[in-house]
């Protein structure tokens, strides 16, 4: 993804609010107590732009189950999706069963009728 220089200028502004636009003391960086993002920003684009892209949720995941290594958040979360399938799979299967037992039931009151005529 490409990133402008003009976003990274409104960020960076935003992020340290310095006394003149656009131009960072380290006062004001200090100030912000904002230095780590700030010069990731300036040195290290690749890694601010990954940063900004975390995972909210995984973030939480990984602080609310420390004792977790990432295989088991990820074999846990395959299960989970595994498990809904199959309740979706099964839902829809027993809708599918419905429809079949209506189906024969009409089939069978024609059979009824048919038998009945001489």
Same mark, same amino acid.
């Given at each position: 993804?490409? @990133?402008?220089?003009?976003?990274? !200028?409104?960020?960076? +502004? #935003?992020?340290?609010?310095?006394?003149?636009?656009?131009?960072?003391?380290? $006062?004001?960086? $200090?100030?912000?107590?904002? =230095?780590?993002?700030?010069?990731?920003?300036?040195? +290290?684009?690749?890694? /601010?732009? !990954? =940063?900004?892209? $975390?995972?909210?949720? !995984?973030? /939480?995941? @990984? /602080?609310?189950?420390?004792?977790?290594?990432?295989? #088991? $958040? &990820?074999?846990?979360?395959? &299960?989970?999706? !595994? =498990?809904?399938?199959?309740?979706?799979? +099964?839902?829809?299967? #027993?809708?599918?069963?419905?429809?079949?037992?209506?189906?024969?039931?009409?089939?069978?009151? =024609?059979?009824?009728? #048919?038998?009945?005529?001489?």
């Amino acid at each position: 993804e490409e @990133v402008l220089f003009t976003d990274v !200028l409104c960020q960076l +502004n #935003d992020m340290i609010k310095p006394a003149v636009e656009s131009k960072f003391t380290k $006062r004001d960086i $200090r100030n912000t107590k904002m =230095a780590t993002q700030f010069f990731n920003i300036i040195f +290290n684009l690749t890694k /601010h732009v !990954l =940063a900004e892209q $975390r995972d909210p949720i !995984l973030i /939480h995941q @990984v /602080h609310s189950t420390p004792e977790l290594c990432d295989w #088991d $958040r &990820y074999a846990i979360n395959e &299960y989970i999706k !595994l =498990a809904e399938s199959e309740i979706q799979d +099964n839902e829809a299967l #027993d809708q599918s069963e419905d429809l079949d037992w209506e189906e024969e039931k009409d089939i069978d009151m =024609a059979g009824d009728i #048919d038998d009945e005529a001489p």
